[in-house]
């Protein structure tokens, strides 16, 4: 379908894509056997001024917003979902400080981020505080000149590689969710360590890891918006970036189904192509569907975000609950398709498969999405 991209838009497409095929393709399998973080090709989207197309021009970014932030995650996820997730996690930390940090906060971190000098992270997972981010433990007691942080946070996603970090922490135990701050830590703080890296099913080019705060002072100027915000941070943040993993899911649907068609269209059985088979014609057009209602859907709304509209929880939620469940139904079909081939490492799409599921997971699992949809139409 044409969705009216603009020029630049358009261009940043091809951009993306181009690097995906020639850069990303030939390696993604060694990628994701040996759990390799893709440095190289960070670097390669760094030049190509791909991390810049989130960036606000006045932080030396493009100036683009939700919808090249998509653009770029479900092509490079067309490919792989791995690095897609590396390069996503750095439009995840860098919105809330764009929505809430101050003129010094966003040319101190925005700039690095949009050059490609420090990657970042978003830090809110604790081994309690999944999809209950309420019940967050990690605390940030204030004293004097800033603020002193103690916890651990889990399955942080760029942990390790990040130089900068959004980390949410309770400030006012007494006040509930009213009493959770965010603020800025920057690796090689003291008392900021790194703990387990995760050995996950999919997205294994991406660097998944534990973060441990022991007594770590942090300065009051790294305090992001007011204090008791944090958890206002943390809803606003996703509500702008959950239809990026929506993008995700689309791009890896898109990927498995390119590869189970090409198959499809060369395989022979009982004498014929097996796309001659009406079971498997039905298959495939199914599957073009999903991923072109998914794909229209998270477009929307990114553009409707982009347009400033202020109540997008709900279509938020959607884009990604809607095309996360796609990505994980078109994936297992993809498999189906191509048969026992299908399951062998050999080729691709028991990846696509492996790395669909975590879409349904993180920012929100999808019974959260559910959730959140929910409240919405009944208020």
Do not use: W
Not at 96 to 125: C, D, N, V
């Amino acid at each position: 379908m044409d969705y009216f991209l603009t020029e630049e838009q358009q261009m940043i497409r091809s951009l993306a894509r181009e690097i995906a095929l020639k850069k990303i393709k030939p390696v993604r399998a060694e990628l994701d056997e040996k759990g390799e973080f893709p440095e190289g090709i960070m670097a390669e989207l760094a030049r190509a001024d791909l991390l810049r197309v989130f960036i606000p021009e006045e932080a030396g970014g493009l100036g683009g917003g939700c919808m090249e932030m998509c653009i770029v995650a479900e092509e490079l996820s067309r490919i792989c979902a791995g690095v897609s997730t590396t390069y996503a996690a750095n439009g995840l930390a860098a919105m809330p400080i764009i929505m809430f940090g101050t003129p010094e906060q966003k040319k101190r971190y925005l700039s690095r981020i949009a050059e490609g000098t420090s990657y970042a992270a978003f830090a809110l997972t604790e081994a309690d505080a999944g999809s209950d981010a309420a019940n967050i433990k990690t605390t940030a007691k204030e004293v004097s000149d800033g603020f002193v942080l103690n916890g651990t946070k889990q399955f942080i996603t760029n942990g390790g590689v990040a130089e900068i970090y959004t980390v949410i922490a309770v400030t006012d135990p007494e006040r509930g969710p009213r009493g959770v701050s965010a603020l800025m830590v920057e690796k090689g703080t003291p008392g900021f360590e790194f703990g387990k890296e995760e050995n996950k099913m999919g997205i294994r080019a991406s660097k998944t890891t534990q973060l441990i705060f022991n007594d770590c002072k942090v300065p009051k100027e790294n305090l992001l918006g007011k204090r008791g915000m944090g958890f206002v941070i943390t809803l606003k943040t996703f509500d702008h970036t959950r239809p990026g993993v929506g993008a995700q899911a689309v791009g890896i649907a898109q990927g498995a189904f390119d590869e189970a068609l090409a198959y499809a269209k060369q395989r022979r059985q009982f004498g014929k192509p097996i796309t001659s088979f009406q079971g498997l014609q039905f298959m495939l057009a199914d599957m073009a569907t999903q991923i072109e209602a998914a794909r229209a859907l998270v477009y929307a709304t990114a553009r409707m975000i982009d347009s400033g509209a202020k109540a997008i929880a709900k279509e938020s939620a959607m884009a990604k609950l809607f095309a996360s469940d796609m990505a994980m139904r078109v994936t297992t079909d993809a498999v189906q398709v191509m048969g026992g081939y299908g399951y062998m490492k050999e080729y691709p799409v028991e990846k696509f498969m492996r790395d669909a599921k975590i879409t349904q997971i993180y920012e929100g699992t999808n019974q959260i999405q559910r959730q959140v949809i929910a409240n919405a139409l009944i208020k």
